[in-house]
């Protein structure tokens, strides 16, 4: 294993792509401790050293920013902006045909899509640096703290320095999905990927030590052997497939034959991978979000359905959260994978080039094969995505840990999807180059 690390540092092309990448990470988490202009960084630093953890609300977008939403830095927004848009691009190819057939069309095709895609990230940079703000100026960024320093997070409230600080934020998002696309052409890995990943990473120190303190060494010390666990068990499965055979019968094209080879199709267990939480954190928001916005004058008794939202839906130790929470997540599986991998598109390009799936006729019912397989394994597969994203709600309850408990959720998803992914790379280019790589 020692060997394998010293050569990549020994190879010097992949030496350099290493450099840069750490490089780029090394801006990414500069940008998110340089507050925005007309912020009171004295005052932000107050109100979170006092509420520990973000509110439920901003609970998501704060884990992907890496706590620079809370702090309002120049990178506030983090990569959101951009996951919603690769996000609704994506579902956008279901509903307009214009997106599917660029889709189709290969590297021009997709990379008008991505240019799609920037514009969309932009614009919702501008929505949601907007809300941010406005959010920050009304004092209900940090809604369980009733510090006054809360209420004076920006120090100018002119419409020029609203205006500044939402173009502010909206570059610093662009300026991110730049460096992340740095990443991917000169570094090594998804740049995106590896953004989020430091960014979530980057939270995990805080809350284990928020853990120690809290509860005490020894009760570090079990949730590190927990953690440890549910990161081999998430590994495990993130690795699971079912293998479905695929033979090409042999064919001739001119005086050459093609075909006569065996593969085989790889169904995940996990095909949907972290969108499913993202889909029902995001959904769970709206009602907060409404009853937040509905809430009483001074010396005013709040509305019955705002009470019950607010003690059932917003709350991540109420039973009642948990559940809607696990089956929004189980739904979302099945509609994410439902759109991602269409059966009959399959079976049709398998026929097209000769190939068959031993014992099913070509055709028809090789894709309703494939479509009963696939809604067999997508069982296991959102049961298990339901449970991850539990972890953290458990840990609130019980362990006293923040929302963002590390070992869990949408956070350790990533953080184990990325990290295989970027490893397999580093191997890869190792193998091209010393004939071993670093796994064995």
Not at 321 to 339: H, K, N, P, R
Not at 344 to 361: C, L, S, T
Request: include cysteine.
């Amino acid at each position: 294993m020692f060997n394998a690390i010293g050569r990549i540092f020994r190879t010097p092309d992949l030496r350099r792509k290493i450099g840069f990448t750490l490089g780029i990470i090394a801006l990414f988490r500069l940008g998110s401790f340089i507050p925005a202009p007309f912020v009171d960084f004295a005052n932000v630093q107050q109100c979170l050293a006092a509420n520990q953890g973000a509110s439920g609300l901003y609970e998501l977008v704060n884990l992907f920013s890496g706590g620079a939403l809370l702090q309002l830095s120049i990178f506030a927004l983090g990569i959101m902006p951009y996951i919603t848009a690769s996000i609704i691009t994506q579902l956008l190819r279901v509903v307009i045909p214009h997106f599917e057939t660029l889709y189709k069309e290969g590297q021009a095709g997709q990379a008008k899509l991505t240019q799609y895609t920037r514009y969309l990230t932009i614009a919702l940079g501008v929505l949601q640096s907007t809300t941010l703000i406005t959010v920050a100026r009304s004092g209900a960024l940090f809604p369980a703290n009733s510090d006054p320093a809360c209420t004076q997070l920006i120090t100018n409230d002119a419409w020029y320095a609203i205006l500044l600080m939402v173009i502010t934020m909206t570059a610093g998002t662009g300026l991110i999905m730049w460096l992340g696309e740095l990443v991917t052409e000169r570094g090594i890995g998804n740049g995106m990927s590896l953004l989020i990943f430091v960014s979530i990473a980057a939270t995990f120190p805080g809350s284990l030590w928020g853990i120690a303190v809290s509860r005490g060494f020894d009760t570090f010390a079990v949730v590190l052997a927990i953690g440890l666990v549910i990161v081999l068990a998430v590994v495990f499965v993130e690795q699971s497939q079912r293998r479905i055979p695929v033979q090409y019968a042999k064919r001739m094209v001119g005086r050459r034959t093609y075909g006569g080879n065996n593969t085989y199709i790889p169904i995940k267990v996990n095909m949907a991978g972290v969108v499913p939480v993202i889909f029902a954190s995001s959904l769970l928001y709206l009602p907060a979000l409404i009853a937040q916005f509905n809430q009483p004058a001074a010396g005013e008794e709040p509305q019955p359905w705002v009470v019950w939202v607010t003690n059932n839906l917003t709350q991540g130790s109420s039973p009642l959260y948990m559940l809607v929470y696990f089956l929004l997540i189980v739904g979302f599986t099945y509609f994410y994978v439902a759109i991602t991998f269409n059966p009959d598109e399959v079976a049709e390009n398998m026929k097209k080039y000769g190939g068959f799936i031993p014992g099913i006729r070509a055709g028809r019912p090789t894709a309703e094969y494939l479509d009963y397989v696939l809604t067999r394994v997508t069982l296991p597969g959102s049961l298990y995505l339901g449970l991850v994203a539990l972890i953290p709600l458990i840990a609130f309850a019980v362990v006293g840990a923040d929302q963002n408990f590390p070992f869990g959720g949408a956070s350790i998803l990533i953080i184990v999807g990325v990290g295989l992914e970027t490893v397999k790379q580093i191997d890869a280019q190792l193998q091209q180059r010393h004939y071993e790589g670093l796994l064995r």
